[in-house]
T-cell receptor
Framework: GDSVTQMEGPVTLSEEAFLTINCTYT??????LFWYVQYPGEGLQLLLK?????DKGSNKGFEATYRKETTSFHLEKGSVQVSDSAVYFC?????????????FGRGTSLIVHP | DTAVSQTPKYLVTQMGNDKSIKCEQN?????MYWYKQDSKKFLKIMFS???????INETVPNRFSPKSPDKAHLNLHINSLELGDSAVYFC??????????FGSGTRLTVV
């Protein structure tokens, strides 16, 4: 079956540091890829997405590129802020039997210190 | 206007009780989901309904029963609650493959 593997956290950075959160996937079809963010006490929010190979999703300074050859979708940000502290989930959505089935990674906690 | 709304936000109840969590979406999405998030933030899909039909029914105890009266609603009923059911439950909806919109969660505590 489909699966998503994320680097384990927590990732602890100082403000303005460069962020990378690794994500790799396995899928039987040609999935769409997503990053979601969950702030404390809230639900998940869609951060960015990519639907085909070499697409780059971007939002709020975050970006990720769909790499089919390495089955990866790593999340990057050039300069993190304290307000970026949250849990980040990589996810894929694959079509199975006529329906899109979502699969989430286990989440990576990011802590940014001033 | 809240896109996906769940009620209640917090639910504290005793073991053995029966409880329901309600979910409504006003986005016109055709698929709705229930997820369980444990204390380590792991998200596990429980059920999915597409146009009121059950399409995903993962391995969850049969004490959990989803009900979808129409496309905009997917409720979760839990019988004979156990301590291990304590978690945050999220409702979500989607339209084809455009991404998922989540509710703010229901924190269930069984004592």
């Amino acid at each position: 079956g489909d699966s998503v593997t994320q680097m384990e956290g927590p990732v602890t950075l100082s403000e303005e540091a460069f962020l990378t959160i690794n994500c790799t996937y396995t899928a039987t079809g040609y999935p769409s890829l997503f990053w979601y963010v969950q702030y404390p006490g809230e639900g998940l929010q869609l951060l960015l997405k990519a639907t085909k190979a070499d697409d780059k999703g971007s939002n709020k300074g975050f970006e990720a590129t769909y790499r089919k050859e390495t089955t990866s979708f790593h999340l990057e940000k050039g300069s993190v802020q304290v307000s970026d502290s949250a849990v980040y989930f990589c996810a894929l959505s694959d079509r199975t039997g006529g329906s899109y089935i979502p699969t989430f990674g286990r989440g990576t906690s990011l802590i940014v210190h001033p | 206007d809240t896109a996906v709304s769940q009620t209640p936000k917090y639910l504290v109840t005793q073991m053995g009780n029966d409880k329901s969590i309600k979910c409504e979406q006003n986005l016109g999405h055709d698929t709705m989901y229930w997820y369980k998030q444990d204390s380590k933030k792991f998200l596990k899909i429980m059920f999915s309904y597409n146009n009121k039909e059950l399409i995903i029914n993962e391995t969850v105890p049969n004490r959990f029963s989803p009900k979808s009266p129409d496309k905009a609603h997917l409720n979760l009923h839990i019988n004979s609650l156990e301590l291990g059911d304590s978690a945050v439950y999220f409702c979500a909806s989607s339209k084809t493959n455009y991404g998922y919109t989540f509710g703010s969660g229901t924190r269930l505590t069984v004592v």
